[in-house]
């Protein structure tokens, strides 16, 4: 990895918010590592952040990130490959999802099976943007009018043998998590 190259950014994010009128003590550092970047990704997601600007503007920092270090060649460790890929993966946007399929498919070649799970991911929310049956059922969709999750369609083509070889669960077992979160919706109104 060009360990300037993280510095430079560094340096430019906080000389913009200086110069934008705020202090040099407002400037967070930015993710200097992709398990780092990817922590922050969930840490947003997970604090309902998806749905506040200020949060979406840092994902998208954070996937432009991942799209220069690609481009800069600074993705070189088994580990960076899955954990670049990983936070792409939480994208909508056609091209983070093509590159976390690209990214997740090296780290698989390169012997990190977790991999293949996060290029299913990436195929499925590529296959759904394209309003298709998603391949593997890692996607799922919540019903504002029925207040209730439900598995995106899936094509009925693809085997559990295929899911397993991706890592990830029988049909069967991706329809019992509906039925789980549903039921959640439920204890939670109650």
Not at 83 to 94: I, N, Q
Not at 141 to 170: A, C, N, Y
């Amino acid at each position: 990895m060009k360990p300037s190259l993280t510095n430079r950014r560094f340096a430019l994010l906080c000389l913009g918010l200086f110069v934008g009128g705020l202090t040099i003590s407002a400037c967070q550092a930015p993710a200097t590592n992709p398990k780092q970047l990817h922590a922050r990704v969930l840490r947003d997601f997970r604090s309902w952040g998806g749905l506040d600007a200020e949060a979406l503007d840092r994902q998208t920092a954070r996937y432009q990130l991942v799209h220069e270090w690609h481009a800069d060649g600074a993705i070189v460790s088994t580990s960076d490959y899955l954990w670049c890929a990983a936070a792409l993966v939480t994208s909508d946007e056609v091209s983070d999802l093509k590159l976390a399929h690209e990214l997740a498919l090296k780290a698989a070649e390169l012997g990190e099976a977790r991999g293949f799970t996060v290029q299913a991911e990436a195929t499925d929310k590529l296959l759904v943007r394209r309003g298709k049956p998603q391949r593997y059922g890692t996607q799922y969709v919540f019903e504002t009018i029925h207040q209730r999750w439900k598995l995106f369609p899936v094509d009925p083509r693809t085997t559990d043998v295929e899911r397993r070889s991706m890592g990830i669960p029988p049909l069967a077992e991706l329809m019992g998590k509906v039925d789980a979160m549903n039921a959640e919706i439920r204890e939670n109104r109650d």
